[in-house]
Protein backbone atom coordinates (compact mmCIF):
# COMPACT_ATOMS: atom_id res chain seq x y z
CA UNK A 1 0.00 0.00 0.00
CA UNK A 2 3.02 1.86 1.27
CA UNK A 3 4.82 1.40 -2.22
CA UNK A 4 5.67 4.83 -4.33
CA UNK A 5 3.60 3.50 -7.38
CA UNK A 6 0.45 3.72 -5.01
CA UNK A 7 0.97 6.80 -3.70
CA UNK A 8 0.11 8.84 -6.93
CA UNK A 9 -3.22 7.56 -6.80
CA UNK A 10 -4.63 8.00 -3.38
CA UNK A 11 -7.30 9.92 -1.93
CA UNK A 12 -6.25 12.34 0.89
CA UNK A 13 -8.18 12.38 3.78
CA UNK A 14 -8.94 15.66 5.23
CA UNK A 15 -10.44 16.99 8.61
CA UNK A 16 -10.92 19.88 9.48
CA UNK A 17 -9.33 20.20 13.19
CA UNK A 18 -11.77 22.62 15.67
CA UNK A 19 -12.54 22.81 19.23
CA UNK A 20 -15.48 23.83 21.14
CA UNK A 21 -13.90 26.92 22.64
CA UNK A 22 -12.58 30.44 21.98
CA UNK A 23 -9.05 29.24 20.88
CA UNK A 24 -7.99 25.91 19.39
CA UNK A 25 -3.92 25.73 18.18
CA UNK A 26 -3.71 28.98 16.51
CA UNK A 27 -4.13 30.97 19.90
CA UNK A 28 -4.85 34.82 19.35
CA UNK A 29 -6.68 34.78 16.10
CA UNK A 30 -10.37 34.70 17.39
CA UNK A 31 -9.52 38.08 17.81
CA UNK A 32 -9.34 38.55 13.96
CA UNK A 33 -12.38 40.72 12.55
CA UNK A 34 -13.20 37.99 9.88
CA UNK A 35 -12.99 35.35 12.97
CA UNK A 36 -16.52 33.95 14.24
CA UNK A 37 -15.17 31.27 17.19
CA UNK A 38 -16.89 33.25 19.71
CA UNK A 39 -19.78 32.19 18.72
CA UNK A 40 -18.81 28.88 19.70
CA UNK A 41 -21.55 28.94 22.62
CA UNK A 42 -23.87 29.38 19.65
CA UNK A 43 -25.79 26.04 18.21
CA UNK A 44 -25.89 27.75 14.76
CA UNK A 45 -22.62 28.37 14.39
CA UNK A 46 -22.07 24.46 15.10
CA UNK A 47 -24.67 23.90 12.29
CA UNK A 48 -23.50 25.97 9.92
CA UNK A 49 -20.08 24.46 10.24
CA UNK A 50 -21.31 20.91 9.67
CA UNK A 51 -22.61 22.00 6.06
CA UNK A 52 -20.25 23.67 4.85
CA UNK A 53 -17.83 21.21 5.45
CA UNK A 54 -20.44 18.33 4.13
CA UNK A 55 -20.55 20.51 1.27
CA UNK A 56 -17.09 20.80 0.63
CA UNK A 57 -16.63 16.43 1.15
CA UNK A 58 -14.48 16.95 4.28
CA UNK A 59 -14.12 13.13 6.00
CA UNK A 60 -14.68 14.55 9.28
CA UNK A 61 -14.84 17.01 11.67
CA UNK A 62 -12.34 15.97 14.24
CA UNK A 63 -13.16 17.77 17.98
CA UNK A 64 -10.00 18.14 20.52
CA UNK A 65 -10.88 18.90 23.98
CA UNK A 66 -9.49 19.68 27.38
CA UNK A 67 -10.52 18.85 30.80
CA UNK A 68 -8.03 20.90 32.83
CA UNK A 69 -6.46 24.26 32.42
CA UNK A 70 -3.28 25.13 31.50
CA UNK A 71 -1.65 26.35 34.65
CA UNK A 72 2.19 25.52 34.34
CA UNK A 73 3.17 28.42 32.47
CA UNK A 74 4.03 31.19 35.39
CA UNK A 75 2.80 28.83 38.12
CA UNK A 76 -0.65 29.47 37.42
CA UNK A 77 -3.53 29.63 34.46
CA UNK A 78 -3.71 33.33 34.32
CA UNK A 79 -1.48 33.42 30.77
CA UNK A 80 -3.94 30.56 29.44
CA UNK A 81 -7.19 32.86 31.24
CA UNK A 82 -6.05 35.57 29.79
CA UNK A 83 -5.54 34.83 26.28
CA UNK A 84 -8.45 31.82 26.05
CA UNK A 85 -5.98 28.86 25.59
CA UNK A 86 -8.69 26.10 25.28
CA UNK A 87 -9.93 27.76 28.44
CA UNK A 88 -13.38 28.42 28.35
CA UNK A 89 -14.21 25.06 26.61
CA UNK A 90 -17.41 23.17 26.20
CA UNK A 91 -18.30 19.43 25.79
CA UNK A 92 -18.35 18.60 22.36
CA UNK A 93 -20.49 15.20 22.65
CA UNK A 94 -23.74 17.83 22.22
CA UNK A 95 -23.04 19.59 19.53
CA UNK A 96 -21.91 16.17 17.80
CA UNK A 97 -25.25 14.71 17.87
CA UNK A 98 -26.80 17.90 16.57
CA UNK A 99 -24.45 18.47 13.55
CA UNK A 100 -24.99 14.86 12.76
CA UNK A 101 -28.92 15.69 12.20
CA UNK A 102 -27.63 18.51 10.30
CA UNK A 103 -25.51 16.01 7.73
CA UNK A 104 -25.49 12.78 6.41
CA UNK A 105 -22.02 11.91 5.29
CA UNK A 106 -19.63 13.99 7.29
CA UNK A 107 -18.06 11.65 10.11
CA UNK A 108 -17.18 13.02 13.69
CA UNK A 109 -14.36 12.75 15.96
CA UNK A 110 -14.42 12.90 19.16
CA UNK A 111 -11.52 13.28 22.14
CA UNK A 112 -12.47 11.67 25.49
CA UNK A 113 -10.20 10.72 27.95
CA UNK A 114 -9.89 7.18 29.70
CA UNK A 115 -10.98 6.63 33.19
CA UNK A 116 -13.06 9.56 34.24
CA UNK A 117 -16.33 7.55 34.55
CA UNK A 118 -16.77 3.94 34.59
CA UNK A 119 -16.39 1.55 30.97
CA UNK A 120 -20.30 0.64 31.52
CA UNK A 121 -21.40 4.41 31.31
CA UNK A 122 -19.07 5.70 28.63
CA UNK A 123 -20.32 2.56 26.49
CA UNK A 124 -23.23 3.73 26.46
CA UNK A 125 -22.51 7.40 25.43
CA UNK A 126 -20.77 6.64 22.39
CA UNK A 127 -23.35 3.61 21.45
CA UNK A 128 -26.06 6.16 21.91
CA UNK A 129 -23.54 8.65 19.24
CA UNK A 130 -23.24 5.98 16.81
CA UNK A 131 -26.95 5.28 16.64
CA UNK A 132 -27.94 9.05 16.27
CA UNK A 133 -25.46 9.23 13.58
CA UNK A 134 -26.10 6.65 11.46
CA UNK A 135 -22.63 5.27 12.65
CA UNK A 136 -20.65 8.40 12.03
CA UNK A 137 -18.57 8.54 15.29
CA UNK A 138 -14.62 8.03 16.08
CA UNK A 139 -13.33 8.06 19.23
CA UNK A 140 -10.26 10.33 19.89
CA UNK A 141 -8.75 8.03 23.17
CA UNK A 142 -6.51 10.14 25.13
CA UNK A 143 -5.30 9.28 28.58
CA UNK A 144 -5.20 12.72 29.82
CA UNK A 145 -2.25 14.62 30.73
CA UNK A 146 -2.65 17.88 32.55
CA UNK A 147 -2.46 17.57 36.62
CA UNK A 148 -5.19 20.58 36.64
CA UNK A 149 -7.71 17.80 35.64
CA UNK A 150 -6.39 15.25 37.78
CA UNK A 151 -7.15 17.66 40.76
CA UNK A 152 -10.32 18.50 39.83
CA UNK A 153 -11.57 15.05 39.64
CA UNK A 154 -9.77 14.17 43.06
CA UNK A 155 -6.50 13.10 41.86
CA UNK A 156 -3.01 14.54 43.27
CA UNK A 157 -1.79 14.21 39.58
CA UNK A 158 -2.59 12.71 36.07
CA UNK A 159 0.30 10.10 37.25
CA UNK A 160 3.43 8.31 35.37
CA UNK A 161 3.23 8.75 31.90
CA UNK A 162 3.60 4.96 31.29
CA UNK A 163 1.37 3.86 33.50
CA UNK A 164 -1.48 6.07 32.42
CA UNK A 165 -1.50 4.47 29.09
CA UNK A 166 -1.68 0.72 31.16
CA UNK A 167 -4.65 2.32 32.42
CA UNK A 168 -6.31 2.67 29.41
CA UNK A 169 -5.65 -0.78 28.14
CA UNK A 170 -7.64 -2.17 30.73
CA UNK A 171 -9.91 0.44 30.06
CA UNK A 172 -10.30 0.20 26.35
CA UNK A 173 -10.49 -3.88 26.91
CA UNK A 174 -13.71 -3.63 28.79
CA UNK A 175 -15.03 -1.13 26.51
CA UNK A 176 -14.58 -3.68 23.47
CA UNK A 177 -16.45 -6.38 25.74
CA UNK A 178 -19.84 -4.03 26.39
CA UNK A 179 -19.64 -2.95 22.87
CA UNK A 180 -18.57 -5.99 20.94
CA UNK A 181 -20.00 -9.34 23.30
CA UNK A 182 -22.76 -7.96 25.38
CA UNK A 183 -25.39 -8.57 22.52
CA UNK A 184 -25.28 -11.04 20.11
CA UNK A 185 -25.76 -9.94 16.63
CA UNK A 186 -29.42 -11.64 16.34
CA UNK A 187 -30.35 -10.56 19.94
CA UNK A 188 -32.54 -7.87 18.94
CA UNK A 189 -36.06 -8.98 17.85
CA UNK A 190 -38.63 -6.26 17.70
CA UNK A 191 -41.24 -8.58 16.76
CA UNK A 192 -44.27 -7.03 17.24
CA UNK A 193 -46.41 -10.21 17.38
CA UNK A 194 -45.10 -11.58 20.18
CA UNK A 195 -44.10 -8.51 22.19
CA UNK A 196 -40.65 -9.46 22.29
CA UNK A 197 -38.18 -7.31 22.14
CA UNK A 198 -35.38 -8.95 22.00
CA UNK A 199 -34.51 -12.40 22.78
CA UNK A 200 -32.27 -12.18 26.21
CA UNK A 201 -30.56 -16.00 25.85
CA UNK A 202 -28.49 -13.83 23.11
CA UNK A 203 -27.89 -11.10 25.66
CA UNK A 204 -25.18 -11.51 28.45
CA UNK A 205 -23.53 -9.85 30.91
CA UNK A 206 -19.52 -9.17 30.77
CA UNK A 207 -17.21 -10.16 33.95
CA UNK A 208 -14.50 -7.82 32.79
CA UNK A 209 -11.64 -8.62 35.58
CA UNK A 210 -9.02 -5.80 34.60
CA UNK A 211 -6.79 -4.74 37.29
CA UNK A 212 -8.02 -1.01 37.06
CA UNK A 213 -11.33 -0.78 35.89
CA UNK A 214 -13.07 -4.40 36.91
CA UNK A 215 -17.14 -4.43 36.33
CA UNK A 216 -20.11 -6.64 35.58
CA UNK A 217 -22.52 -5.18 33.45
CA UNK A 218 -24.94 -5.73 30.23
CA UNK A 219 -24.71 -2.90 27.75
CA UNK A 220 -26.86 -0.61 28.23
CA UNK A 221 -27.56 0.08 24.15
CA UNK A 222 -28.24 -2.69 21.71
CA UNK A 223 -25.79 -2.69 19.27
CA UNK A 224 -25.07 0.35 17.33
CA UNK A 225 -24.20 0.63 13.26
CA UNK A 226 -20.42 -0.02 14.46
CA UNK A 227 -20.98 -1.19 17.74
CA UNK A 228 -17.22 0.15 18.50
CA UNK A 229 -16.22 3.64 17.20
CA UNK A 230 -13.78 4.37 14.97
CA UNK A 231 -10.67 4.35 17.28
CA UNK A 232 -8.05 7.25 16.75
CA UNK A 233 -4.66 7.53 18.85
CA UNK A 234 -1.74 9.97 18.95
CA UNK A 235 0.85 8.11 20.90
CA UNK A 236 4.26 9.15 20.00
CA UNK A 237 6.60 8.03 22.88
CA UNK A 238 7.11 4.34 22.57
CA UNK A 239 4.77 3.67 24.96
CA UNK A 240 2.23 5.45 23.43
CA UNK A 241 3.06 4.10 20.40
CA UNK A 242 2.75 1.11 21.17
CA UNK A 243 -0.83 1.84 22.55
CA UNK A 244 -1.64 2.68 19.13
CA UNK A 245 -0.44 0.67 16.90
CA UNK A 246 -2.33 -1.90 19.22
CA UNK A 247 -5.76 -0.56 19.13
CA UNK A 248 -6.18 2.31 16.89
CA UNK A 249 -7.78 2.47 13.35
CA UNK A 250 -6.60 6.22 12.40
CA UNK A 251 -3.27 7.39 13.98
CA UNK A 252 -2.20 11.18 14.48
CA UNK A 253 1.77 11.77 13.74
CA UNK A 254 3.43 14.88 14.73
CA UNK A 255 4.44 16.97 11.77
CA UNK A 256 8.22 16.98 12.41
CA UNK A 257 9.28 16.82 8.56
CA UNK A 258 9.07 14.26 5.79
CA UNK A 259 12.50 12.88 7.09
CA UNK A 260 10.95 12.29 10.77
CA UNK A 261 7.55 11.32 9.77
CA UNK A 262 8.29 8.81 7.27
CA UNK A 263 10.73 7.32 9.49
CA UNK A 264 7.70 7.23 12.30
CA UNK A 265 5.71 5.56 9.76
CA UNK A 266 8.12 3.03 8.53
CA UNK A 267 8.30 2.32 12.50
CA UNK A 268 4.39 1.79 12.97
CA UNK A 269 4.23 -0.83 10.20
CA UNK A 270 7.16 -3.21 12.33
CA UNK A 271 4.75 -2.37 15.46
CA UNK A 272 1.79 -3.27 13.55
CA UNK A 273 2.90 -6.31 12.63
CA UNK A 274 3.97 -7.23 16.12
CA UNK A 275 0.11 -7.33 16.67
CA UNK A 276 -0.52 -9.14 14.15
CA UNK A 277 -2.20 -6.19 11.87
CA UNK A 278 -1.20 -4.71 8.88
CA UNK A 279 -0.65 -1.08 7.68
CA UNK A 280 -4.32 -1.56 5.19
CA UNK A 281 -5.66 -1.60 8.71
CA UNK A 282 -4.99 1.95 9.81
CA UNK A 283 -5.13 5.80 8.00
CA UNK A 284 -1.84 7.88 9.24
CA UNK A 285 -3.03 11.67 9.49
CA UNK A 286 -0.79 14.85 10.25
CA UNK A 287 -1.88 17.95 10.79
CA UNK A 288 -1.37 21.03 8.97
CA UNK A 289 -2.40 25.19 8.80
CA UNK A 290 -3.19 26.11 5.60
CA UNK A 291 -3.25 29.28 4.14
CA UNK A 292 -5.18 29.10 0.42
CA UNK A 293 -6.50 32.22 -1.26
CA UNK A 294 -7.23 33.01 -5.40
CA UNK A 295 -3.54 33.78 -5.61
CA UNK A 296 -0.07 33.75 -3.95
CA UNK A 297 0.12 37.21 -3.19
CA UNK A 298 -3.62 37.07 -1.74
CA UNK A 299 -2.61 34.22 0.61
CA UNK A 300 0.63 35.88 1.59
CA UNK A 301 -1.76 39.05 2.69
CA UNK A 302 -3.60 37.22 4.47
CA UNK A 303 -0.99 35.34 6.24
CA UNK A 304 0.09 38.91 7.51
CA UNK A 305 -3.25 39.67 8.60
CA UNK A 306 -3.45 36.86 10.70
CA UNK A 307 -0.06 37.27 12.31
CA UNK A 308 -1.04 40.61 13.51
CA UNK A 309 -3.44 39.19 15.77
CA UNK A 310 -1.42 35.86 16.89
CA UNK A 311 -0.59 35.47 20.28
CA UNK A 312 2.56 33.48 20.35
CA UNK A 313 2.90 33.25 24.25
CA UNK A 314 -0.39 32.44 24.56
CA UNK A 315 0.94 28.66 22.60
CA UNK A 316 4.13 29.03 25.01
CA UNK A 317 1.89 28.58 28.21
CA UNK A 318 -0.02 25.80 26.00
CA UNK A 319 3.51 23.68 25.56
CA UNK A 320 4.38 24.51 29.52
CA UNK A 321 1.47 22.54 30.13
CA UNK A 322 2.48 20.06 26.98
CA UNK A 323 5.86 19.26 28.39
CA UNK A 324 5.70 20.42 31.72
CA UNK A 325 8.13 22.91 31.82
CA UNK A 326 7.63 26.54 33.30
CA UNK A 327 9.41 28.59 30.01
CA UNK A 328 8.70 31.62 32.20
CA UNK A 329 11.39 31.02 34.24
CA UNK A 330 14.30 31.51 31.66
CA UNK A 331 15.88 34.52 30.24
CA UNK A 332 15.04 34.84 26.43
CA UNK A 333 18.14 33.33 25.11
CA UNK A 334 18.71 31.19 27.86
CA UNK A 335 19.20 27.98 26.93
CA UNK A 336 16.27 25.51 27.94
CA UNK A 337 16.46 22.28 29.96
CA UNK A 338 14.44 19.46 28.58
CA UNK A 339 13.81 16.69 30.79
CA UNK A 340 11.23 13.71 30.04
CA UNK A 341 8.64 13.87 32.74
CA UNK A 342 5.23 12.74 32.85
CA UNK A 343 3.44 15.01 30.67
CA UNK A 344 3.86 14.50 26.50
CA UNK A 345 7.09 12.81 25.89
CA UNK A 346 7.36 14.07 21.98
CA UNK A 347 6.40 17.55 22.53
CA UNK A 348 9.34 17.36 25.41
CA UNK A 349 11.57 15.76 22.31
CA UNK A 350 10.31 18.20 20.04
CA UNK A 351 11.62 20.74 21.24
CA UNK A 352 15.18 20.76 19.67
CA UNK A 353 16.04 20.89 16.06
CA UNK A 354 19.45 19.27 14.84
CA UNK A 355 20.88 20.00 18.30
CA UNK A 356 20.77 23.61 18.66
CA UNK A 357 20.08 24.88 22.16
CA UNK A 358 16.36 25.52 22.73
CA UNK A 359 15.72 28.94 23.94
CA UNK A 360 11.98 30.72 24.88
CA UNK A 361 13.26 33.52 22.26
CA UNK A 362 13.17 30.59 19.71
CA UNK A 363 10.33 29.10 20.50
CA UNK A 364 8.21 31.90 20.10
CA UNK A 365 9.35 32.60 16.54
CA UNK A 366 8.97 29.24 15.53
CA UNK A 367 5.03 30.37 16.62
CA UNK A 368 4.01 32.89 13.98
CA UNK A 369 0.47 32.04 14.21
CA UNK A 370 0.08 31.70 17.41
CA UNK A 371 0.86 28.00 17.16
CA UNK A 372 3.78 24.82 17.19
CA UNK A 373 2.44 25.00 13.15
CA UNK A 374 4.49 26.64 10.34
CA UNK A 375 1.60 27.50 7.78
CA UNK A 376 1.34 26.02 3.77
CA UNK A 377 0.48 29.66 2.67
CA UNK A 378 -0.35 29.83 -1.35
CA UNK A 379 -2.90 29.45 -4.17
CA UNK A 380 -4.65 25.83 -4.32
CA UNK A 381 -2.38 24.91 -6.55
CA UNK A 382 0.82 25.72 -4.43
CA UNK A 383 -0.93 24.38 -1.65
CA UNK A 384 -2.24 21.32 -3.43
CA UNK A 385 1.15 20.66 -4.58
CA UNK A 386 2.48 20.74 -0.59
CA UNK A 387 0.17 18.34 0.96
CA UNK A 388 0.57 15.94 -1.73
CA UNK A 389 4.47 16.24 -1.54
CA UNK A 390 4.13 15.27 1.49
CA UNK A 391 2.00 12.49 1.43
CA UNK A 392 3.78 10.72 -1.15
CA UNK A 393 7.23 10.89 0.41
CA UNK A 394 6.28 9.96 3.97
CA UNK A 395 3.36 7.70 3.10
CA UNK A 396 0.62 9.22 5.36
CA UNK A 397 -2.75 9.23 4.52
CA UNK A 398 -4.11 12.62 4.47
CA UNK A 399 -4.39 15.38 6.98
CA UNK A 400 -5.99 17.62 10.19
CA UNK A 401 -6.52 21.04 8.79
CA UNK A 402 -6.56 23.40 12.06
CA UNK A 403 -8.25 25.93 12.20
CA UNK A 404 -7.09 29.47 11.60
CA UNK A 405 -9.62 32.16 11.01
CA UNK A 406 -13.03 30.25 11.35
CA UNK A 407 -14.82 29.35 9.34
CA UNK A 408 -13.39 30.96 6.71
CA UNK A 409 -10.65 28.78 6.44
CA UNK A 410 -12.72 25.90 5.91
CA UNK A 411 -14.74 27.83 3.35
CA UNK A 412 -11.33 28.47 1.71
CA UNK A 413 -10.13 25.14 1.55
CA UNK A 414 -13.46 23.83 0.54
CA UNK A 415 -13.83 26.41 -2.65
CA UNK A 416 -10.35 26.17 -3.69
CA UNK A 417 -8.59 23.32 -2.59
CA UNK A 418 -10.88 20.56 -2.73
CA UNK A 419 -11.55 21.69 -6.70
CA UNK A 420 -8.02 21.07 -7.33
CA UNK A 421 -7.14 18.46 -5.71
CA UNK A 422 -10.19 16.65 -7.56
CA UNK A 423 -8.64 18.14 -10.91
CA UNK A 424 -5.55 15.92 -9.74
CA UNK A 425 -7.60 12.35 -8.99
CA UNK A 426 -6.54 13.01 -5.39
CA UNK A 427 -9.38 13.74 -3.37
CA UNK A 428 -12.85 12.21 -4.07
CA UNK A 429 -15.38 13.66 -5.86
CA UNK A 430 -18.62 12.17 -3.74
CA UNK A 431 -18.96 10.48 -0.74
CA UNK A 432 -18.90 6.83 -0.46
CA UNK A 433 -22.28 5.24 1.58
CA UNK A 434 -22.13 3.52 4.57
CA UNK A 435 -20.79 4.04 7.84
CA UNK A 436 -17.84 5.97 8.85
CA UNK A 437 -15.51 2.93 9.36
CA UNK A 438 -16.71 1.92 5.84
CA UNK A 439 -15.80 5.53 4.20
CA UNK A 440 -12.14 5.24 5.52
CA UNK A 441 -12.17 1.04 5.11
CA UNK A 442 -14.51 -0.47 2.40
CA UNK A 443 -17.93 -1.29 1.51
CA UNK A 444 -19.14 -3.69 4.27
CA UNK A 445 -16.79 -2.85 6.85
CA UNK A 446 -19.07 -1.68 9.37
CA UNK A 447 -16.78 -3.53 12.48
CA UNK A 448 -13.63 -4.07 13.58
CA UNK A 449 -12.12 -6.45 11.75
CA UNK A 450 -11.39 -10.22 13.56
CA UNK A 451 -7.87 -9.99 13.60
CA UNK A 452 -8.16 -6.76 15.62
CA UNK A 453 -7.93 -7.18 19.89
CA UNK A 454 -11.77 -5.74 20.24
CA UNK A 455 -12.87 -8.63 18.47
CA UNK A 456 -10.17 -11.43 19.35
CA UNK A 457 -10.10 -11.24 22.68
CA UNK A 458 -11.51 -14.38 25.00
CA UNK A 459 -15.64 -14.50 25.07
CA UNK A 460 -16.66 -13.68 29.15
CA UNK A 461 -19.20 -16.15 30.58
CA UNK A 462 -22.52 -14.77 31.53
CA UNK A 463 -23.47 -14.63 34.82
CA UNK A 464 -26.85 -15.50 36.27
CA UNK A 465 -29.68 -12.98 35.83
CA UNK A 466 -32.52 -12.28 39.00
CA UNK A 467 -34.82 -12.40 36.08
CA UNK A 468 -35.50 -15.70 34.08
CA UNK A 469 -35.21 -15.89 30.00
CA UNK A 470 -38.78 -15.07 28.45
CA UNK A 471 -40.12 -18.01 26.56
Known amino acids: MNAPEHRASRKLILNAFEMNAVGHL ?60 QTPVNDPIPIVAAMAAATRHLAFGVTAQTGLEPPYLFARRFSTLDHL ?38 YVSGLYRLWEDSWADDAVL ?12 RIRAIRHEGPHYPFEAIHLSEPSPQR ?30 VEATASKVRRIETLLAEHGRSRRDVRLLS ?89 VVGSAAEV ?30 ASLLVPELQTRGRFKTAYEPGTYREKLFGHGRNRLPHHHPGRTAPQHAAFPTSTPDIP
Open 384 to 413: ADALIAYADATGIDGFNLVRTVTPQCFRDI
Open 26 to 85: SHGLWAHPDDQALRYTDIDYWLDLARTLEDGLFDGLFLADALGVYDVYGGGPRTALTHAV
Open 190 to 201: RDRATGRFADAS
Open 228 to 257: TPVLYQAGASPRGLAFATRHAECLFLPNNG
Open 287 to 375: SVVVIVAPTRKEAQARNASYRRYAQPLAALAQLASATGIDFSRYAPDEPIVAQAGNAIQSAVAGLSRAGEPVTVAGLLERMPLGGKFDP
Open 133 to 170: SKGRIGWNIVTGFLDSAARASGAQSAGQHDARYDHADD
